[in-house]
């Protein structure tokens, strides 16, 4: 991509969650604040690139209020990553001082938006299931992914919302964990891995209505849009004054 300033890089997916194994790459995302030509055009870039041993997205900082906001879980992970690269400490410090509150700025869309992600992942779990050898390990991992979000929503209900993190996160020792990661390896057959899912489904329905019932918090919102949009003029007026990013 064309050079930007950049704020941080955060590690996510499943050496986030503790999940990996021994083929998971390492994914990043990495935020950047835009220049003139960003703003001049009005686009919000983004994009990805892959190599042998990590994935990287670059994503452009005015998203994030949004993307928060809409609680897509692929991005609030990035406040509470175990790995970070940091470029602008000032940013990264507010936005980090406020996550446990922006992590539950917005549970009645977390909710559905998790559940989303969840039928989602089963959707493309019965389209390879009825597939060749070839595509098993993709089957599995779509019901471990389908497994792990249903169970994300209990954890963090169970929690009042208060602990993202540990929400996300599974500890070595953690049973569920083993479940996961042996959902992934196929230690389970596909009529078993319905039946698994299915139950767990079940229960999550059950408590859509405490995630329902949590006021939206639309001034955090406005807060956090206000200090990216801050951020994002200091650096632009450090720009035109000649300053020096890279």
Known sequence: MVERKLCFKA????HNYNLNNEFSDKDYKIFFYPDFDDLYKGGQYS???VSEDEDVEYHDIRKLPNLLFKSN?????????????????????????LRDDLSKMNTPYLYDACFGMYIQK???????????IAFASKTFKHA??????????????????TSFKQAMQYDAKDPVRTLLLNIRSGEYCFDQLEELI????????????KYKSVEVNAVLKE???ELIKESVKATLIESLNGGCFY
Request: glycine residues 2%.
């Open 47 to 49: 994009k990805a690139f």
């Open 122 to 132: 089963m959707k493309e779990f019965n389209r390879d299931k009825v597939k060749d």
């Open 73 to 97: 879980v692929n991005f609030m992970e990035v406040l509470f990553s175990e790995e970070y690269e940091v470029y602008d400490q000032e940013l990264y410090s507010k936005i980090i001082a």
């Open 11 to 14: 590690l996510v997916g499943s």
């Open 223 to 225: 807060k956090f849009e």
């Open 198 to 209: 299915g139950e767990k489904e079940k229960e999550i329905r059950l408590i859509e209505i």
């Open 144 to 161: 471990m992914s389908s497994y792990r979000i249903l169970d994300f929503l209990d954890r963090y209900q169970k929690s009042s919302f």
